[in-house]
């Protein structure tokens, strides 16, 4: 039946009473991806007060090398400084604030502000400034800090002075990211994706593969996530019977959000078979690079790694994918994804690029489309929220733990 008149008007809710009025177990009411007001409300209370992953070590090898990073309208330079040490600085130049760095990555041994030639060092401290009057003292209008820090060689961002704990993640995921010699990694590929929708949709889509064998068929052909549990209990215990052989430990850890310890970043880990036939995620079934870290052989199973409510990792046995979901403004976000291999391998020889991006690519270009029809449909007045179908749990987990970020004060 259509909508009455009342629910065809914009309704005058505020968001308190809206976070209140959800339904438990279903999906969230449009005005949370419409509402500039609700947008406004993440970027404070979710998007700037968690941590985001913003790529790897590898990146920034030596003093000097530098990137930029975006998160709405935020933007970050994280910089090797002269000591050696990752920093990160707010990209706004302490004069009339202007983007200091327009590039987004490089080398240099000075930022210099286009507007008015302030210019910084690598450190972050200002260290010409044309004009000033007397009693100007340069080392008070160095640039400001913003909060990194690294955890098996990704380098995590967070627009707060106060960001979550990092100690739990630390402590749990050490192991398997030892396994797969995380901090040895390096970035072979790196691909954004524009997404003219709602940055909530992006995440949600990637957290549930309810839609995995309707929309993916190249991804179903080869992970078994596509099934419930109970219909791939046997090819699991077939990849848990090969794990150790092959040097994996049997490990899970389910720390996700609303299960983190308080004041901790969410995180988890776990491991899941892939069809028979198939070692990594690549076309033939067949390794796409090297084997990563301590790994002997191919089990035949993929590790999920989850890091926050923003990063998500997929570590086959030969290489790693790495998703990272960031709003751009209240009706577009952008999916940023790393492909990452042993520091060792040779393009060409080792690994081709174009092979090792592929599975990927595809799914995330059908997710981009997926994720634009959502985004036209919850906009419809005929839209109300569904209920989360079994396989969507991870979707309702992370729902809940957006809902009890926004309601924090």
């Not at 983007?99 to 972050?124: A, Q």
């Not at 967070?158 to 050490?174: E, M, T, V, Y």
């Not at 998703?323 to 042993?342: E, G, H, K, Q, S």
């Amino acid at each position: 039946m259509p909508p009455d008149d009342r629910e065809m008007r914009r309704d005058g809710r505020s968001v308190v009473e809206l976070i209140a009025d959800r339904q438990p177990g279903r999906a969230l009411e449009g005005r949370f991806y419409t509402d500039v007001a609700v947008y406004e409300l993440e970027l404070e209370r979710v998007v700037y007060r968690n941590w985001i992953v913003a790529g790897h070590q590898s990146e920034l090898p030596e003093p000097g090398d530098f990137k930029v990073f975006k998160v709405g309208r935020e933007s970050a330079i994280l910089v090797r400084g002269s000591d050696g040490e990752l920093s990160a600085f707010a990209n706004v130049c302490r004069h009339r604030g202007s983007l200091v760095c327009l590039e987004p990555s490089g080398h240099t041994d000075r930022f210099m502000c286009p507007y008015h030639g302030w210019t910084y060092d690598i450190d972050g401290q200002l260290v010409a400034a044309r004009s000033m009057s007397n009693g100007f003292d340069k080392d008070d209008w160095g640039l400001n800090p913003v909060s990194v820090d690294t955890i098996g060689g990704l380098i995590l961002v967070c627009f707060s002075a106060n960001p979550p704990g990092l100690d739990g993640a630390r402590a749990d995921l050490a192991e398997p990211m030892e396994v797969f010699d995380f901090e040895n990694l390096k970035v072979a590929a790196c691909k954004s994706y524009d997404i003219p929708a709602n940055w909530k949709l992006a995440v949600e889509n990637y957290q549930e593969c309810y839609h995995c064998a309707t929309a993916h068929p190249e991804y179903a052909q080869r992970h078994t996530l596509k099934v419930d549990w109970r219909k791939r209990a046997h090819l699991q215990e077939g990849m848990l019977g090969r794990m150790e052989a092959c040097g994996l430990p049997e490990i899970f850890v389910d720390r996700i959000d609303t299960k983190s310890p308080p004041g901790e970043m969410g995180y988890g880990y776990s491991r899941t078979a892939l069809f028979d036939g198939f070692e990594t995620g690549s076309r033939d079934g067949k390794a796409l690079a090297p084997l990563l870290g301590k790994l002997r052989a191919y089990d035949g199973g993929a590790s999920d790694f989850t890091l926050g409510g923003f990063s998500f990792l997929l570590a086959y046995s030969d290489h790693v994918v790495c998703y990272v979901f960031t709003p751009v403004d209240p009706t577009n976000c952008r999916c940023d994804i790393y492909w990452l291999v042993r520091s060792d391998a040779d393009e060409g020889s080792d690994y081709d690029v174009d092979e090792l991006t592929w599975l990927w690519d595809v799914t995330t270009q059908a997710d981009k489309t997926i994720i634009v029809n959502n985004w036209k449909g919850v906009q419809s007045r005929y839209y109300s929220p569904g209920p989360f179908s079994e396989m969507e749990h991870a979707e309702s987990a992370w729902t809940e733990w957006l809902l009890e970020e926004l309601a924090r004060e």
